[in-house]
């Protein structure tokens, strides 16, 4: 019964907060700050903060993935670290048993009591997104927000637009600075990164310039290693079965604020690319790996491109995704930063550009600045595909080295080294 009150009344609130503007907002700050309340009072009082204990989560403990898993990777190495104990946050831990590293970590299930408990007790979190919002850090705490990548499209206190399905700009900016409020550092990879960030969170307003480090990203080291080797590009492709003589082209689109379905979550089209079209127009030579969004939550069915399109979007990290492709496509996703350490050709599929950049997000750079060329049409898309095939240049050798010198200057296979020595 009590269950039944409780979803009427969160009905109810929905329903006025779609139609008196700022009543969700208010709501939602009021939810916050007495989750957090609760929380402490469960939890401080019982736990006492452990330096030796680092807790570790990617994306809001879907993955285990990215800058996270790159800096608990390389403790897991160090002599210094022999004593820590790891937790790692998922929300399906079942899942990840299967990664051997993961045998010296304790995991558990993302938002349960142990969750909490954990969290309160760390000596530091490490995290490449929001940390949950009942998270408050303690005295003695250290939170290191690697973040998800070099960003193209604008973010936080930098959008101006309101495209949102499920925040208004005031609730967008409210979650990132309180996440930045508890940051004792936040991570950089480049002086433009850390301009972008420094807008993006409000740190010059919060005071907290300070907190960032300018070291490279911890999950690019894997990137300058198998620059010359590809071993786990290899693994990859024998995993999935790929002929060892097709060329591997990678797409990878980001999700769009406008593709939330109520109830459901944001859910991706990839028809948006014709593979019958695409595959009939470049050949035998080619397969494609389709890589969704961690925030889409709608499943694929590609049985109709059998043996041409790959679907691995269940793959934990593109990071291990990248050395597989020799092509890349996306489209406003900041995965075309990383993979050019691998130097190879980047195209971009905007078929949808004017909405994005002018009702939805909009852009830190210009379009002329990207490393390599814009389309918006499928026969664009497959023309600039036959140039690479057929060995025409479509981007300078000067101009790729001014993006890679500008964007990718500290990522020389040390930045997960420089971040475990910030736990220490």
């Not at 998922?90 to 909490?116: C, D, G, I, M, W």
Request: proline share 4%; hydrophobic share 40%; glycine share 6%.
């Amino acid at each position: 019964m009590l269950r039944k009150i409780k979803k009427f009344i969160k009905r109810c609130m929905h329903w006025v907060g779609r139609r008196v503007s700022g009543f969700r907002s208010y709501m939602r700050r009021l939810h916050w700050v007495a989750a957090r309340f609760v929380n402490n009072r469960k939890n401080f009082g019982k736990t006492k903060v452990d330096p030796t204990l680092t807790f570790f989560e990617s994306f809001m403990g879907r993955c285990y993935s990215e800058s996270p898993r790159a800096i608990y990777e390389y403790m897991l190495t160090d002599s210094r670290f022999n004593d820590y104990n790891f937790v790692w946050g998922f929300r399906n831990p079942e899942s990840k048993k299967h990664f051997t590293e993961l045998k010296r970590a304790t995991l558990v299930q993302y938002k349960s009591p142990e969750y909490f408990k954990y969290a309160a007790m760390a000596g530091a979190w490490v995290s490449n997104s929001r940390v949950h919002y009942k998270f408050s850090r303690r005295k003695g705490q250290k939170y290191i927000q690697t973040w998800h990548g070099t960003p193209l499209k604008r973010l936080g206190h930098s959008i101006v637009l309101e495209g949102n399905a499920n925040d208004s700009n005031r609730e967008l900016r409210d979650k990132y600075t309180w996440d930045a409020k508890q940051y004792t550092d936040l991570i950089s990879y480049s002086p433009f990164v850390t301009e972008k960030f420094i807008e993006t969170f409000a740190l010059d307003k919060l005071g907290l310039q300070h907190v960032v480090r300018e070291i490279g990203a911890p999950r690019n080291d894997l990137l300058v290693r198998e620059k010359g080797s590809c071993l786990c590009g290899e693994d990859l492709k024998a995993r999935l079965g790929i002929p060892k003589d097709k060329k591997v082209i990678l797409y990878a689109p980001t999700w769009r604020e406008n593709q939330h379905i109520a109830g459901v979550g944001y859910v991706n089209h990839a028809n948006e690319i014709d593979f019958e079209v695409l595959r009939k127009a470049i050949g035998d030579e080619y397969v494609v790996l389709f890589r969704a969004h961690y925030f889409v939550v709608n499943s694929f069915d590609f049985e109709a491109h059998k043996g041409f399109v790959y679907d691995v979007s269940g793959e934990d990290d593109i990071t291990h995704i990248y050395p597989a492709a020799d092509i890349l496509i996306t489209d406003y996703s900041s995965v075309f930063f990383d993979y050019l350490i691998l130097e190879r050709p980047v195209l971009f599929y905007m078929y949808d550009l004017e909405m994005y950049r002018d009702k939805l997000r909009g852009f830190y750079l210009s379009l002329s600045e990207l490393p390599g060329p814009v389309t918006t049409a499928l026969p664009e898309l497959i023309e600039a595909i036959k140039q690479i095939k057929s060995g025409s240049v479509s981007v300078t050798p000067e101009k790729l080295e001014a993006f890679r010198a500008k964007f990718l200057c500290l990522d020389d296979g040390e930045a997960s080294k420089r971040a475990a020595e910030m736990i220490l």
